[in-house]
């Protein structure tokens, strides 16, 4: 390229027009064409340059490096010029200067620079003009720049509060979640509950993002007015925010709280990016706007007008702190750390009862909650050591109110129940021999109930306590039943001489038709014990116990752990049912098995971990955390023993709650009620003749099963006509099902059952000695007989009549919720029931 070509592309190509023909002549003698190749530093910062530099070809890049963050680089193209300004004032180079690709420059010495300087004085009047135009320039930027951080100072989010704390499968993904969203530009839906920080999620999505430069505002969706004037503007007026923000982020904070007419100018900004300032009534609507805002949203729900017609780019779904139990010991932590850094205290400790505490809170107000409760539990241990459970009082479950932890409140009952006394040395060391005991006697001995001492203990000791004990300790007999023991025991010989998988449960037709077949064998039963008179044959009692154990063995050794005794025994259904009703339940907190366990050692059973004790795992496959009804439980305390977290725990609770809060019923289970209550009455058939003067006929054997088949039935039926006598009076409006009232009978149910055999045991407890002896062929004269009054007796069936009569009218009342007067019908029929039972059982 000749000179006067040179000339010409110095005038074309760069920002030297404006010279004469002289000065360029002059430039274009004295440039010197160079080769560069890609990637070389061509200029350092803050060094005085000797040479200016104009492009010719290629691409460069200049850059100034920033200790507080990425630096700035702008790209140079053919016809850049170098140090202009630098070598005409003397000053050092404001930016280093590297090539991207091969690049060709044309140089001139500041030598040769500074004569043609010093001969045509225009060239440093140009470089005046260039900079004060670029001074006006960035004056008016400074005027703007001050003006739009004046209008959105108000609403500025300066920076992120903190990031995602913790190392849960939640946390993780929602940090990939965050670390996505901020890899473009499309809108965003942060949702979640309160008080889970999405502002701040929105936030590091901003700050996260190549736009993190640019401004970010927040705007609370619940202030804004209706027009929405503040956002988009008026015509003729001020600007909007959406205008003075540019390239920056705009969070719409509750987004579910737009009026409707913004709501729709929302689905229009991102539909097509576009807005329309507000304007004045019966002027023509004004020209739309383009934004190029970033629209970032928080909600506390789903709205569909966005998710229906996919607006959204990113929707981010903040989970609950309650199902991040994992994290909280990370989040405690954390705010730990910053309130003692900003008050100069020792960081403290949390004791490990002080965070199953914690785990087993659902925080409501998840982490806004939770960091409140964490300042005030430091405030009120002044200075102390290590934080414990009693600063934190705050954490409580509604559901779990009423509740006493009876292994906290005595040590020594927690220690008993974890140790090998429990339950197996007393199986295994007392009531296997016990049991076989009493069958041979029953089988071999005398065969009436006063020559019979095992006779005697199943009718008139057995009955009688199971069923007082039932309102203290649920369904704890089956923690010691003969049945499983010797079921167990086959189970264990059969696998050591015939190894093998044991069957997994047919659950699904287990819970199908296993109550109706415990319902079956129980009608069997009482059939059998009335028509074959079972109370007071020895050897029948023993072949229906026989029976029973035999249903146990045959399931034990076809199928895992327990399974006769979860869905078939007739004993454990009826122990199930009363059990509902029990003050102490056996449950483990949520918080704590989500948070810290991994292996569920207490429902699949595992090695010894920490505390926990080597065991096969809960033989019911109920596992503590998921209990919500105690007929699903037999207080075997297998989870006790393998859980090294000490989630579990043994309460003390209000009798029945979980009837009226977390109780699902069964049809099964209602028909198992009514007929355990219809045995009363056929146990009663001698004294229905004796008090209402009927002559049943009961020595013949068809008339009398048909009557027992009818006594049977006769509380559901009245129970079932009072439930649609009320369906009858309410037709306003709906009722609760019979399914769901009909559990308001259980009480009565055990207390008429407990009421019947009163008599039987505190009349024949007391004959223990004289029976014994003559169990074995020993005279029985002269020997102690305890006695109790008939007075006595009477007074106590009456007391527990009455007691459960009333017990059910409050657990009806409970479970309906409804006024006294719209279930009157059944409370009549718990009435008329309950002095029934009390005219056979008592009489008048």
């Not at 016809?79 to 690709?101: C, D, F, Y």
């Not at 920080?197 to 804004?224: V, W």
Request: charged share 20%; with cysteine; hydrophobic share 45%.
């Amino acid at each position: 390229m000749n000179q006067a070509e040179k000339v010409v592309w110095l005038r074309e190509q760069t920002s030297l027009s404006a010279l004469s023909d002289g000065v360029l002549d002059a430039m274009a003698a004295a440039m010197q064409e160079e080769s560069v190749q890609e990637n070389r530093r061509l200029v350092l910062e803050d060094t005085f340059p000797d040479t200016l530099y104009i492009l010719k070809t290629g691409r460069m890049e200049s850059y100034r490096t920033s200790k507080t963050g990425l630096a700035n680089a702008v790209s140079l193209l053919p016809g850049s010029i170098l140090h202009l300004k630098e070598l005409t004032l003397e000053q050092p180079a404001e930016q280093t200067v590297i090539t991207l690709t091969n690049c060709v420059v044309w140089t001139i010495s500041k030598a040769d620079f500074l004569a043609i300087v010093q001969q045509y004085p225009e060239l440093t009047q140009t470089l005046s003009r260039q900079l004060a135009t670029a001074l006006d320039e960035v004056s008016a930027q400074l005027t703007y720049e001050r003006a739009r951080q004046t209008a959105l100072r108000p609403y500025l989010v300066p920076k992120v509060r903190r990031g995602i704390v913790g190392s849960s499968r939640y946390a993780t993904r929602l940090r990939q979640e965050i670390k996505k969203a901020a890899n473009d530009r499309r809108s965003v839906l942060v949702f979640g509950e309160p008080g889970l920080g999405k502002d701040n999620a929105t936030a590091l999505i901003h700050f996260g993002s190549r736009y993190r430069q640019e401004p970010m505002i927040k705007i609370d969706c619940d202030t804004l007015q209706t027009s929405g004037s503040e956002l988009f503007g008026r015509v003729g007026g001020k600007p909007g925010l959406l205008e003075w923000l540019g390239e920056g982020t705009l969070l719409l904070n509750n987004v579910q709280e737009l009026a409707p007419d913004l709501q729709t100018k929302l689905v229009r900004l991102l539909e097509t990016g576009e807005y329309e300032p507000i304007g004045r009534e019966g002027e023509p609507p004004p020209a739309p706007r383009e934004s190029q805002a970033r629209l970032v949203m928080t909600s506390e729900k789903v709205l569909p007008a966005l998710e229906r017609k996919k607006l959204v780019g990113h929707i981010i779904r903040v989970p609950p702190l309650r199902v991040r139990k994992a994290d909280i010991l990370s989040q405690v932590e954390y705010y730990l750390s910053l309130y003692c850094r900003a008050r100069g205290l020792v960081k403290p400790t949390v004791t490990p009862e002080a965070l199953r505490r914690l785990q087993g809170y659902d925080f409501p107000g998840n982490l806004t909650e939770l960091e409140n409760l964490v300042e005030r539990a430091l405030l009120q241990s002044n200075g102390a050591a290590a934080l414990t459970e009693e600063v934190f009082w705050a954490a409580s479950v509604k559901t779990r109110r009423f509740r006493v932890n009876l292994l906290n409140a005595a040590p020594k009952l927690r220690q008993f129940l974890r140790s090998p006394w429990y339950p197996d040395r007393i199986n295994y060391g007392f009531t296997l021999g016990f049991f076989a005991v009493v069958v041979a006697v029953l089988m071999l001995g005398p065969q009436s109930r006063d020559r019979n001492i095992a006779l005697n203990f199943f009718w008139a000791w057995w009955w009688m306590l199971i069923l007082a004990a039932f309102p203290f300790v649920g369904r704890l007999w089956c923690s010691v039943c003969p049945f499983m023991i010797y079921g167990e025991l086959a189970q264990k010989v059969s696998l050591w001489l015939y190894p093998r998988q044991l069957l997994p449960w047919p659950r699904q037709q287990a819970e199908k038709w296993g109550g109706w077949f415990l319902f079956g064998m129980f009608t069997l039963i009482l059939l059998w014990e009335e028509l074959w008179n079972l109370e007071d044959t020895a050897y029948l009692s023993g072949c229906l116990l026989l029976l029973i154990t035999a249903g146990a063995v045959i399931c034990s050794m076809l199928f895992e752990r327990r399974f006769w005794c979860r869905y078939l025994c007739p004993i454990g259904g009826m122990n199930g049912l009363f059990a509902k009703l029990s003050m102490v339940e056996l449950r483990a907190q949520q918080g704590i098995c989500s948070a810290t366990c991994t292996t569920y050692q207490c429902y699949k059973g595992g090695p010894q971990k920490g505390e926990g004790q080597e065991t096969g795992g809960c033989p019911l496959y109920s596992h503590p955390a998921q209990l919500e009804d105690n007929r699903d439980c037999v207080l075997c305390m297998t989870c006790l023993k393998a859980c090294p977290h000490r989630s579990v725990e043994l309460n003390l609770r209000p009798p029945g709650i979980e009837l009226w809060t977390t109780h699902q019923p069964m049809y099964a289970e209602i028909c198992l009620l009514f007929l355990l209550l219809g045995a009363v009455f056929l146990h009663r058939l001698p004294e229905l003749e004796e008090q209402f003067g009927w002559q049943l006929h009961l020595e013949n054997f068809g008339i009398h099963a048909g009557v027992s088949l009818v006594v049977l039935l006769i509380p559901g039926a009245i129970a079932i006509a009072a439930h649609s006598l009320i369906r009858l009076l309410q037709r306003s409006y709906k009722p609760r099902p019979f399914l769901e009232l009909a559990y308001g009978y259980l009480p009565l149910v055990l207390g008429a059952s407990l009421a019947h055999y009163l008599k039987l045991g505190l009349t024949e407890t007391g004959q223990v000695i004289p029976v014994t002896f003559a169990t074995f062929g020993f005279g029985t004269a002269n020997l102690p007989i305890a006695t109790v009054d008939p007075a006595v007796i009477a007074f106590l069936q009456s007391v527990t009549l009455i007691f459960s009569f009333w017990c059910s009218v409050i657990l009806t009342q409970k479970l309906a919720r409804q006024s006294l007067l719209n279930l009157l019908p059944q409370h009549l029929a718990l009435l008329a029931i309950g002095s029934f039972a009390w005219k056979v059982i008592v009489g008048w």
